[in-house]
């Protein structure tokens, strides 16, 4: 229970400096601003999950969008069995994941690392409550890999509309990976640059992917 502990006390912390530049979304229970009528009809994307910090974690996301309205499906496998993976939409409107040189001369790529690429959290994609930014590292309804490393995730979620009206510019991103392959998240490699209280390897991005329009339907 002392880990969980921590990450919960540092996910009180962490999410002012996941969510720099992220001012302005209105999180899952957001404004309910009339869509113009050529926005209505659903839009179809997909997002390809590939892996980050030699994860071995892929995926594949479906996404359906109608007006700031989002359902979104997530499969990925690969990932830290048991254990949980905090995973948002980020950007800044680039459409663009972090190239392994990214990571520097130790190896590792951190979250701060991957942010000039990926951008800042704009959607926290949760289980349940809170998608706002803010719920970034909210560890309690973020949700966790079964015993094989799966995650098979589906919300419906209200987007931020700069994000809606621009969708295909965003990326995915699911976090944490046992970087010294200890069957858990310790401090073996370190503490997060983002809160010493926090193992590094819970909060590195496990993989990314762009996300990519592929349709409408009406
Ligand atoms: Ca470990
Ligand atoms: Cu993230």
Same mark, same amino acid.
């Given at each position: ?5 921590? &990450? ?9 400096? &996941? ?7 209105? !999180? ?20 390809? &999950? ?5 994860? !071995? /974690? ?33 950007? #800044? ?12 001369? %130790? ?10 690429? *990926?951008? =800042?959290?704009?959607? $926290?994609?949760? #289980? ?9 590292? %909210?560890?309690?309804?973020? =949700? ?8 098979? *995730? ?5 987007? =931020?509309?700069?994000?809606? /009206?621009?969708?295909? /510019? *965003? ?7 046992? @970087?010294? !392959? $200890?069957?858990? *998240? %310790?401090? !073996?490699?370190?503490? $997060?640059? @983002?809160?010493?209280?926090? =193992? ?19």
């Amino acid at each position: 229970m002392k880990r969980s502990t921590a &990450l919960a006390a540092v996910a009180i912390a962490v999410p002012t400096l &996941l969510a720099t530049g992220a001012t302005g979304a209105t !999180g899952a229970t957001g404004a309910t601003a009339t869509v113009p009528e050529k926005a209505q009809g659903t839009s179809v994307f997909h997002s390809r &999950l590939t892996e980050l910090n030699d994860s !071995g /974690a892929t995926g594949t996301a479906m996404l359906r969008l109608r007006g700031n309205e989002l359902t979104i499906r997530i499969k990925a496998r690969g990932l830290l069995p048991n254990s949980v993976h905090a995973q948002h939409i980020h950007g #800044v409107g680039n459409s663009e994941c972090p190239p392994p040189s990214a990571a520097g001369a %130790d190896g590792v790529l951190n979250v701060l690392e991957g942010v000039p690429f *990926y951008g =800042p959290i704009v959607s $926290s994609l949760t #289980v349940r409550g809170s998608t706002a930014p803010s719920a970034g590292l %909210d560890v309690e309804i973020m =949700p966790v890999a079964d015993a094989k490393g799966r995650i098979n *995730y589906r919300r419906t979620i209200t987007l =931020p509309a700069t994000v809606a /009206a621009n969708l295909s /510019a *965003y990326q995915i991103v699911q976090h944490g990976v046992d @970087l010294n !392959g $200890s069957g858990e *998240y %310790d401090f !073996g490699p370190g503490a $997060s640059e @983002l809160n010493a209280a926090f =193992p590094l390897e819970a909060t590195v991005p496990a993989n990314c992917g762009t996300i990519d329009h592929v349709g409408h339907q009406h």
